[in-house]
């Protein structure tokens, strides 16, 4: 029992130095954070988000590889940055970027499994591309955004598996051992959760107050004080990923559904359903997106 208690100030010890050295935290690449900016400048060009990336070759290849994978289905052959850009889209470029950054900057040792972190994250980033495009009408939401919503919602699980692999192996074997969710098991023994963490690191990076939303309210809809709909979206697709069995270990515990969700969002079982459905025929190219950003 005192063995345990140890454990835990252990752990609520490295948590607090991970939450009050902000510093310490890693930077995304700069050329990163100046396309974001490109990207949410109204009056930027195809060229000007080309220039930038051409300047990182290892982007170009990844921009250039994604706009000719099975994933967009994009029907001509893609050889040019400039091409790449106008093909996929501004949104869809931040996605990568940010994607293959995260991919890089968390390349460590983990206590996670990687390889289901990331089928995870995403199919919860396909299962929110999929809500939003059939809310398309009722609610005005740019698809790619909620993609990218999905592939960073559990950014915070990341940080604590490379920062403290150890105690956070034992919170999710105590999760997986006691039947609950991870979740729930960060909150008992570190008194905060993957989403809060992931909200220091969004405040750092200055990610889109649409996107830092969608990733510290995904657990926790009713503590935003306002609605997003985005955090709803990617709740839900979170749930559907776990339904395709896309979690990270057999049978882990999923969060119980909001029961405000699906009335905020208006959708209804047959939706919910029709969406999952879809989802189970393409969630297969999920690893063509993984392939391109890790
Ligand atoms: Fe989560
Ligand atoms: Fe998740």
């Not at 948590?15 to 930027?44: G, Q, R, T």
């Not at 940055?81 to 889209?89: E, H, I, K």
């Not at 570190?190 to 992931?198: E, F, R, V």
């Not at 889109?208 to 709909?229: K, Q």
Request: a negative charge.
């Amino acid at each position: 029992m005192s063995q345990a208690k140890t454990g835990i100030a252990k752990a609520r010890e490295q948590v607090a130095k991970i939450i009050d050295d902000v510093d310490s935290l890693p930077s995304l690449p700069s050329i990163v954070m100046k396309l974001i900016e490109v990207v949410n400048a109204p009056d930027s060009s195809a060229e000007d988000a080309a220039a930038l990336i051409q300047q990182d070759p290892a982007l170009t290849s990844k921009m250039i590889r994604l706009a000719n994978s099975a994933f967009y289905g994009i029907p001509r052959s893609v050889s040019s940055v400039t091409s790449a850009v106008v093909a996929l889209g501004f949104n869809t470029i931040r996605t990568l970027v940010l994607g293959a950054s995260v991919a890089q900057i968390f390349d460590g040792k983990h206590s996670l499994d990687m390889d289901r972190f990331w089928k995870h994250s995403v199919v919860t980033a396909m299962a929110s591309k999929a809500i939003v495009r059939h809310l398309m009408g009722v609610r005005v939401m740019d698809p790619e955004t909620a993609f990218c919503a999905g592939i960073l919602h559990d950014i915070g699980k990341l940080i604590l598996s490379q920062y403290m692999p150890g105690d956070y192996g034992a919170i999710c074997n105590a999760a997986k051992e006691r039947g609950i969710p991870i979740v729930d098991a960060e909150n008992m023994v570190l008194g905060i959760n993957h989403a809060q963490i992931g909200k220091i690191l969004s405040d750092k990076w200055t990610l889109p107050p649409v996107l830092e939303y969608a990733i510290v309210g995904h657990h926790a809809l009713d503590s935003l004080g306002e609605t997003s709909h985005m955090a709803n979206v990617v709740h839900l697709a979170n749930i559907m990923a776990h339904d395709l069995g896309c979690n990270q270990w057999d049978g882990e515990a999923c969060v119980p559904e909001n029961p405000n969700c699906r009335t905020e969002l208006k959708i209804g079982d047959a939706d919910y359903e029709k969406i999952i459905y879809n989802l189970e025929i393409s969630m297969e190219k999920s690893h063509e997106f993984l392939a391109v950003i890790r």
